[in-house]
């Protein structure tokens, strides 16, 4: 079996895409993960594995690079403040369960 070696697209037409890409993921990543619908439209998951993707097929600029990070931190703080309302959400389920108040 031939081995074929991993080629990233270089030069102009690697940037381009990859501008493409991360301009598209500025927009849709936000929106899905503030969706009114009771949670994300897609999971931060995958939102994680199409940051990855673009960063491992293309060599990315310090400006590229510097926006897939800034979407990483935009992914942390959602999944930390959901986790937190998760949190609330327990505390407050033995106090309803019970009937009442909280002291």
């Not at 990315?60 to 800034?70: D, M």
């Not at 309302?85 to 002291?103: K, Q, Y």
Request: aromatic letters at 4%; hydrophobic letters at 40%.
């Amino acid at each position: 079996m031939d081995h074929i070696p991993d080629i990233k697209p270089q030069g102009a037409f690697s940037a381009l895409l990859a501008d493409q890409d991360l301009t598209h993921l500025e927009r849709v990543l936000r929106r899905s993960l503030s969706c009114d619908l009771g949670g994300p439209l897609l999971p931060p998951s995958y939102w994680r594995e199409r940051l990855a993707a673009i960063t491992r097929r293309s060599h990315l600029s310090h400006t590229q690079l510097q926006t897939v990070h800034r979407l990483y931190l935009h992914l942390d703080a959602f999944e930390a403040n959901s986790r937190a309302a998760a949190d609330d959400d327990d505390d407050d389920a033995p106090i309803a369960a019970a009937g009442g108040e909280a002291p």
